[in-house]
């Protein structure tokens, strides 16, 4: 049960636990079959018409990524596309609540989503599951035509873990200067592997996710590599420059261990001149718009949604 004189959450979220992370290879194993299957089983109810592609990587390996597409939108109407990344600590696949919230998405902005189901951790570490994101996000953006989006109005988007891959596409995008997103959609991002905010340092029971599984998420991800030296897009926040980059939405939660780590990348987005919407509703913990639909859910998809709106048309 939350600490409630430490953190002032919501009442929807005071019962929930400070919860020890499950990186061992074997529990992940176990628990991500359990995830997957709610989740597929989650995909036979919403109303979209989903359809699965396999997508090759840098090194040839072949991933799943899931279109989901507006139930009413006509075969070959040309849409504006979201490439999402799930969150899940790099180890965790995409949870039924991201097949709910990607489908609303899809139907309120009458886009194509496309949910990347990339190489997890502790298997597959730092590039591979990076090297998957930003293949389909080229992809997308290559498949326009046979897909039916329009490759001039991509955007990325993503959760937590999810949100990290967001920011380290969108960098790796500029740098290459081959496609130009519309925008990237960071909510409660994971940026800092450095783990020395003081939300980081200080919320070590924070409910739900907490400082000391966000320190070892980062271990496992990236193994032996320190904020020096961490390789360019794997932990965003480590980069000087921002200039330049895709406008952005950062979201953070209020006793969230990411929440410094969000905060200060919006505000160096800003000093950089980019154009960065922000969102920092009060009483939240991490992953609270997914653990019930209450009023502060609902009023983060709206957030989302209205940004993704303004860049996409």
Known sequence: MANLQKYAVHPDYAKMPSMPFPFNGIVVGLLNRWVEFDAQRQMKKVNARIAKHWVPS???????????????????????????YHGGAFVLTYAS????????????????????????????????????????????????????VDPERVAVMGDSAGGCFSAGVAQKAFDENRIKLRGQCLVY??????CSTFSATNFSDAPIFNGVANKKMWEVYLPGYSASNAPPY???????????????????????????????????????GVAVTEHHPKGT???????????????????????LKKILE
């Open 58 to 84: 840098a090194d040839r390996q072949y991933f799943p990524v899931y279109e989901f597409r507006p139930r009413n939108a006509k075969p070959d109407e040309k849409l504006p596309a979201v490439v999402y």
């Open 234 to 272: 794997a932990a965003p926040a480590n980069r000087k420059d921002l200039a330049g980059l895709a406008p952005a939405y950062v979201e953070t939660a209020e006793f969230d261990p990411l929440r410094d780590e969000g905060a200060d990348y919006a505000r160096r987005l800003q000093e950089a």
């Open 189 to 194: 991002p994971a940026l800092d592997n450095s």
């Open 285 to 307: 913990i991490h992953g609270y718009d997914m653990i019930k639909p209450n009023a502060l859910a609902r009023e983060a998809i709206e957030k989302r949604c209205e940004f």
């Open 97 to 148: 609540s991201h097949v709910v919230n990607v489908t609303e998405y899809a139907n309120r902005l009458n886009c194509a989503v496309f949910v990347v189901d990339y190489r997890l951790a502790p298997k597959h570490i730092f590039p591979k599951g990076f090297e998957d994101c930003y293949a389909a996000m080229e992809w997308v953006h290559d498949q326009a035509a046979w897909l039916h």
